[in-house]
């Protein structure tokens, strides 16, 4: 069998697991081996990054004592305590600015681009790691819950300053593989050479599947609601808990570094 055709074969295993994925939320209680989970962690550390500097750390959670503490920050979601393992990805200028300093350079990062060619760089990373643990047969969860609850997660995790969570990864082999969610056409995101604004009727065309299903329209009859967009902004993403959460997210900015 060429070199070549076992390329072939994993691009597509990776291409369909891509089109194919899931969220876990239920996991077996098998463990996940250390040398596998490097190994993922290592692929996906190949990832495009700013400069080369790579901005990113992950801290590793197995003990069950340390996913309890972990798991307020998530809202109490029973992935957290229940997955053989817990990833916290955070954006890391520590390391590169202690590097310089030992290396007679004086950093100048602790401000908002360099939290964002962090941010860009860990999510880069999380990506990859996520594609790769699914081709190995794992499920993951993205927890999005991580940049509103920054501050805990610091804490629990003795992150030091230009450090900051960005994303957390629940990872288990699946207990039961659940429906594939909806997406939109991918007519509704591809814009030719300029941005082409969205008219009423752009709107409703890319809009009509997913407010058709009737599970999306049984939500909306339960939550008394109008639309299924009100259930985006009158219950689960609401102006009020946005700019609280945003108010913490930059206070917590300042104190880790990023911010004067």
Known sequence: ????????????????????????????QDDIPADLLHQLLE?????STMGNMQLYSVVV????????KLAPA??????????PVVLTFCADFNRFSKWCRLRKAEPGYDNLISFLNAASDTLLVVQNFCTLAEAHGLGICYLGTTIYNAEQIIKAL????????????TVGYPEDIPAQPDR??????????KYCDYTREGIDK????????????????????????????DIRYTKDANESISQKLLETLKSQGFLS
Not at 216 to 229: C, D, G, R
């Open 1 to 28: 069998m060429s070199f070549l055709f076992l390329i072939f074969v994993e691009n597509r295993k990776n291409m369909d697991c891509i089109k194919n994925r899931r969220t876990i939320r239920k996991y077996k």
């Open 43 to 47: 692929e996906a550390f190949r990832a």
């Open 61 to 68: 959670t197995r003990d069950p004592q340390m996913k309890a």
């Open 74 to 83: 998530h809202f109490n979601q029973p992935m957290v305590t229940t997955a």
């Open 158 to 169: 003795n992150l030091p300053k230009l450090t900051f969570p960005i994303a957390t990864i």
């Open 184 to 193: 939109l056409s991918v007519e509704g995101f591809i814009h030719e050479e």
């Open 206 to 233: 890319i809009h009509e599947y997913k407010e058709s299903l009737e599970e999306n329209k049984h939500f909306v009859e339960i939550n008394k609601k109008e639309t299924l967009a009100q259930i985006f902004t």
